[in-house]
């Protein structure tokens, strides 16, 4: 399962620059530009960036090192 957390936390983590860039200036499309705007594999990533997101936010708690340690 670890490796699941990390390959959606990467993916989480280029949607989430993506979003930024595409936010300041709307060309700025990243995957766009090294995907070469092919719709279907774009709304690919963009599937599983946001499935990705959507295993973060159910998983976070069980392995947020962060999260689930002890308060002194």
Do not use: R
């Not at 766009?32 to 990533?45: D, E, I, K, N």
């Not at 069980?62 to 689930?68: A, I, L, R, Y």
């Amino acid at each position: 399962m670890k490796a699941l957390h990390m390959v959606a936390f990467v993916l989480v983590v280029v949607g989430a620059l993506n979003w930024g860039l595409v936010g300041l200036n709307p060309s700025w499309n990243v995957v766009g530009m090294v995907l070469g705007g092919t719709p279907a594999l774009l709304q690919v990533v963009y599937v599983l960036v946001g499935l990705s997101g959507l295993y973060l936010a159910a998983t976070h708690m069980n392995e947020c090192k962060v999260c689930t340690s002890k308060k002194k």
